[in-house]
């Protein structure tokens, strides 16, 4: 069995960003064809590929750092739960339509903070990659914000349901900020994130009448160490079926 | 057998043969893909950028530019993809733009402002859905002539 060991510091990085956009891009393309709408399923299956895309282009930088000892896709689909570096928030289940509008507004807030500090990076390709996901990311969240609002200002059994989507993925909101040397080493300013974070979702709770749920001191293992939810494990089931049942397949 | 007088602007022009896969009215040279043609001896590079990274044809990108090099001879070529200088709508020439309204799709304009119907060129314009069809189109509606019409997103 291949063993993939990524060791480089700048690799292991760039992979916890791959990895959350490469299974946010699982989540939203499980909605393909489940989406409340034909709209929304086109859309929701644009923002997947979106995620792909990012995710590609930073696992290709992945692999490069580690003198292209394994490739992107055996990075993807040949890593098992705890060799996976996702954020929990992006694991979390297409429950119902608002899980789906919550997740997504929560994760690109965050990543646009990230990506916006990496757009000056000195890798030239990732300066350059960052500044594009900067423009593409801002369709997303547009999307994520107005779903938000008429959700949020919409219905009873709306509100109620799209509160109760955030009182969940709240709880995996905390460990984004816990910022490690590695993190620091990349980002140059890892307190703006968790500050312009909550200006860009407070702004989110006024437009749309959402409470802010309570900030709780929780005991949730890092991400960062390759703890996850419940969930992962099933996603890759069911991701990996494939590449590891026929390790030759070719399309 | 590769023809020893081969030069860059020769490669240039085959190019302008490989339309894009998703809007073949213009092709990748119009569409800003294709980034440089170097010649190293008789090796063949072409460095070509991604338009959206997460845009389905961008292996069939390189898939077509081999295709093109082989029908024309040319077997030692490496296809480089590289995402700096990041692509943009602004790449787009105003003869590519015409282009595209004339096949039907709405050409991007600054900040996504005074959209134009490519049936009937009124401005009188709304979105009906931010997504569309392929990752770089919006869906809008004209509210004159009341036909649906695809947008290319500025980016």
């Known amino acids: 069995m291949m063993q993939i060991k990524i060791t480089n510091p700048f690799a292991k990085f760039l992979v916890r960003i791959a990895d959350s956009e490469i299974i946010l891009g699982q989540r939203l393309a499980e909605m393909c064809s489940n989406a409340p709408t034909l709209e929304e399923d086109i859309a929701l299956s644009n923002l997947g590929l979106d995620c792909f895309g990012r995710g590609e282009e930073l696992m290709k930088l992945v692999s490069a750092l580690e003198n292209n000892a394994f490739t992107p896709d055996d990075c993807v689909f040949r890593r098992n739960e705890r060799e996976y570096f996702c954020i929990k928030l992006v694991e979390q289940p297409n429950n119902d339509f608002a899980w789906v509008v919550v997740r997504q507004f929560l994760h690109d807030v965050y990543v646009t903070e990230i990506f916006k500090q990496l757009a000056t990076n000195e890798h030239q390709e990732l300066a350059a990659l960052s500044q594009k996901v900067l423009k593409e990311i801002e369709y997303s969240k547009m999307h994520s914000f107005d779903w938000l609002v008429r959700l949020g200002r919409g219905t009873e059994e709306s509100k109620m349901r799209t509160q109760n989507a955030l009182n969940v993925m709240w709880k995996y909101t905390e460990e984004l900020f816990l910022f490690d040397e590695i993190d620091k080493t990349y980002l140059s300013d890892t307190d703006a994130i968790a500050a312009n974070w909550n200006l860009g979702v407070n702004e989110m709770f006024a437009a749309a009448d959402l409470e802010r749920p309570a900030d709780k001191k929780r005991h949730i293992l890092d991400f960062r160490k390759g703890f996850h939810s419940e969930f992962l494990g099933l996603i890759l089931a069911d991701m990996q079926y494939l590449p590891r049942a026929y390790p030759d397949a070719k399309w | ?155």
Not at chain 2, 31 to 48: D, T
Request: glycine share 4%; hydrophobic share 35%.
């Open chain 2, 1 to 155: 057998m590769v023809s020893t007088n081969l030069n860059e602007k020769e490669i240039w022009g085959w190019m302008t043969e490989v339309p894009d896969p998703e809007i073949p009215i213009i092709n990748l040279v119009e569409l800003g893909v294709i980034r440089a043609v170097n010649l190293k001896g008789n090796a063949v590079e072409i460095i070509i950028t991604p338009t959206y990274t997460g845009c389905p044809a961008k292996q069939l990108f390189v898939d077509l530019i081999s295709e093109k090099l082989v029908e024309k001879g040319i077997n030692d070529f490496e296809v480089i993809s590289r995402i700096h200088p990041v692509w943009t709508t602004d790449w787009l020439s105003e003869e590519t733009k015409a282009k595209l309204l004339k096949d039907g799709i709405s050409p991007p304009t600054v900040h996504n402002k005074k959209i134009i119907c490519p049936h009937c060129k009124s401005y009188n314009t709304v979105l009906a859905s931010q997504f569309g069809s392929t990752p770089c189109q919006s869906l809008y509606k004209c509210l004159e002539c009341l036909e649906p019409f695809n947008y290319f997103k500025c980016l």
